[in-house]
């Protein structure tokens, strides 16, 4: 991918993915960060730089001039001219050509996710998935799985997601004969991995991942999720067993361990699992 953006880069237009002003050695200031199209990312730098663009300008359109340079092995490009795209700009460049969208159609991968939430046996992990799917219904489909890591397109959660639970679904049907495994709770745990996602994330106006809320750089995503499946859990007058703070174990099972909130429903008693294998 990095190489296409490299032989196709020219002065144009394109999404500005990150930026961060920056001093130099000798104190003066510059202007870092990436750049991006559907084609792949490259980073950028803008040398002695007192333009208009911020931090908060992540996720929108610039217009960019400048050579392919490279810095510690890494290829960047070094503009000459960086600014951001005005009204009069949008009939220059075609938002399908910058905006990286899923290959898969996402509305009905989520409607395959909520056929499987339904037929989920146990009634507690059934209901808690599907009222925390109803709760974020609106953005199932659109949400980003990354920032830059992986899936970090329009769409990215929903294929990331239903490529793990059909991957969960392969290895139930291999294993569950010879080994005991909760399907219900397997299903649950994989839908259930990135939710805290859709609290991490601030969104640009074109809907890919600008920065990260505030709960997000202090908390991080795991622990957004297991808090709301607390939350969702309680609404159900379901007990929860709390571990320390936010009812977290470690899982013994996982390579590299995993962040797990283990379920074992034990009459009145409800640890509710969530494998968490961002």
């Known amino acids: 991918i990095l190489g296409a953006f490299l032989m196709r880069f020219q002065y144009g237009f394109y999404i500005l993915n990150s930026a961060q002003i920056r001093k130099s050695r000798a104190g003066k200031p510059y202007l870092s960060g990436t750049l991006m199209d559907i084609s792949g990312s490259i980073n950028l730098v803008a040398w002695d730089y007192t333009g208009l663009i911020t931090t908060a300008d992540a996720g929108k359109v610039v217009y960019v001039d400048g050579e392919v340079g490279e810095y510690n092995g890494t290829p960047q490009i070094v503009c000459s ?13 075609d938002l399908a050509d910058l905006i990286p969208y899923a290959p898969i159609n996402c509305q009905t991968a989520v409607q395959q996710m909520h ?49 793990m639970i059909i991957l969960a679904e392969r290895i139930y049907d291999e294993y569950h ?34 920065d990260y809320s505030m709960e997000g750089k202090l908390i991080g995503h795991p622990v957004l999720g297991a808090l709301i499946i607390e939350n969702e859990a309680q609404k159900g007058a379901y007990r929860w067993k709390r571990y320390g703070s936010c009812s977290i174990l470690f899982s013994p099972i996982m390579v590299p361990p995993s962040l797990v909130l283990l379920p074992v429903r034990r009459r009145w008693r409800l640890r509710l699992l969530t494998i968490l294998m961002a």
């Open 115 to 163: 056929r499987v939430l339904e037929g989920l046996e146990d009634e507690v992990y059934r209901n808690i998935s599907l009222g925390i799917f109803n709760t974020f219904a609106p953005l199932l489909s659109s949400l980003p799985a990354a920032k830059s890591v992986h899936h970090a397109f329009i769409g990215g959660w929903a294929t990331h997601t239903l490529g």
């Open 81 to 93: 001219v960086l600014e951001l795209a005005t009204a009069e700009d949008s009939n220059s460049f």
């Open 177 to 210: 004969r010879i080994h005991s495994i909760n399907r219900s709770l397997l299903m649950a745990g994989v839908f259930l991995h990135d939710i805290g996602k859709f609290r991490e994330f601030q969104l640009s106006p074109f809907g890919l991942v600008a």
